[in-house]
């Protein structure tokens, strides 16, 4: 067996009964019991019924995909499997994988990154932000747009690089629809709109940051059993302070995990599981170097050939 990763999921590979396929099993509803007890109110229902479309609103998507992410990485290790040398998650799945690491006691976690969902809600007002998927297009080019885009009362900017050709962009409205406009200009294949209001990863979440900064103080981080990647640097931290701060800055800084994916190809990385609902990181990863092999965890046989793929079977 050689050094992989595990990658784990964020905003947007939520969906409703997006655990139906691991029904009955014990590891799976306990973690779903303790994400209810930490959070006051029923995760399996939510999760399996979303009986009042909540799941789609950050208060409540983001523990949802955390408590996911870490059942199916417990049930990963009670049936045999080893942990990854590294691991690394894309925006909201950063705090997944300080949770595989160590880091961050799992209860903790649900109610920080609930704190967190309700901070970047609170962050803007409904209506003044936006966000848009560019496909097409080099990301020098989209910098660029979005420049040219923006002025002093209004802007965008480069939120996710996602993968080479697609690019999410974030600020005020009216400049993401700017930008939209002048990327189809310049050629891209797409300018899709997301259907979220709060602009990630911009400046506009500073009011998020110095909340998520406060909160942070309250809660105990451990030294992690293993390199965790940051979002907001593309780099590997170990160290508590460091991570505390990589975690404020991830809010107003861009997932730079087409970077990510490049380094730890570069260090050897050559397989890795995308630990969590969907096959979104999988993907993405597929189209930064096809040579690397990622297998995912959608449903326990899915978990089963993962396994197999990391022992080399």
């Given at each position: 067996m050689t050094d992989?990763?595990?990658?784990?999921?964020?905003?947007?590979?939520?969906?409703?009964?997006?655990?139906?396929?691991?029904?009955?099993?014990?590891?799976?509803?306990?973690?779903?019991?303790?994400?209810?007890?930490?959070?006051?109110?029923?995760?399996?229902?939510?999760?399996?019924?979303?009986?009042?479309?909540?799941?789609?609103?950050?208060?409540?998507?983001?523990?949802?995909?955390?408590?996911?992410?870490?059942?199916?990485?417990?049930?990963?290790?009670?049936?045999?499997?080893p942990d990854a040398a590294q691991v690394a998650g894309h925006s909201l799945g950063e705090y997944s994988a300080l949770v595989a690491a160590g880091a961050i006691d799992f209860s903790d976690a649900v109610r920080l990154v609930e704190f967190r969902g309700r901070a970047m809600?609170?962050?803007?007002?409904?209506?003044?932000?936006?966000m848009a998927a560019i496909l097409g297009l080099d990301d020098g080019v989209v910098e660029?747009?979005?420049?040219?885009?923006s002025d002093?009362?209004?802007k965008v900017w480069a939120a996710n690089y996602?993968?080479?050709?697609?690019?999410?962009?974030?600020?005020?409205?009216?400049?993401?629809?700017?930008?939209?406009?002048?990327?189809?200009?310049?050629?891209?294949?797409?300018?899709?709109?997301?259907?979220?209001?709060?602009?990630?990863?911009?400046?506009?979440?500073?009011?998020a940051a110095d909340a998520m900064a406060a909160r942070l103080q309250e809660i105990?981080?451990?030294?992690?059993?293993?390199?965790?990647?940051?979002?907001?640097?593309?780099?590997p931290e170990q160290d508590v302070a460091r991570i505390r701060t990589a975690l404020v800055a991830q809010l107003v800084s861009p997932v730079r995990?087409?970077?990510?994916?490049?380094?730890?190809?570069?260090?050897?990385i050559r397989q890795g599981v995308e630990m969590g609902p969907g096959k979104v990181l999988s993907g993405l990863v597929k189209r930064i170097d096809s040579g690397m092999q990622v297998g995912v965890s959608v449903n326990p046989g899915?978990?089963?050939?993962?396994?197999?793929?990391?022992?080399?079977?």
């Open positions: 992989f990763v595990f990658l784990f999921p964020g905003q947007g590979s939520q969906s409703k009964g997006m655990l139906d396929a691991f029904d009955g099993i014990e590891v799976i509803e306990r973690t779903l019991e303790e994400a209810s007890d930490a959070l006051g109110y029923d995760m399996a229902a939510l999760i399996r019924d979303d009986a009042d479309d909540m799941l789609g609103q950050t208060e409540f998507t983001q523990p949802a995909l955390l408590t996911a992410s870490t059942a199916i990485l417990r049930l990963w290790r009670e049936r045999g499997g809600t609170d962050a803007v007002a409904a209506g003044v932000g936006k660029e747009l979005c420049a040219a885009a002093d009362d209004e996602n993968c080479p050709g697609q690019l999410v962009v974030a600020g005020h409205a009216a400049a993401v629809e700017r930008m939209m406009v002048n990327a189809k200009a310049a050629g891209a294949r797409r300018a899709l709109p997301l259907a979220v209001s709060a602009p990630s990863h911009t400046p506009l979440m500073q009011p105990t981080i451990h030294a992690p059993a293993c390199p965790v990647w940051s979002n907001a640097n593309a780099a995990w087409t970077e990510t994916v490049q380094k730890l190809a570069a260090s050897g899915q978990i089963e050939a993962s396994l197999a793929m990391i022992a080399g079977e």
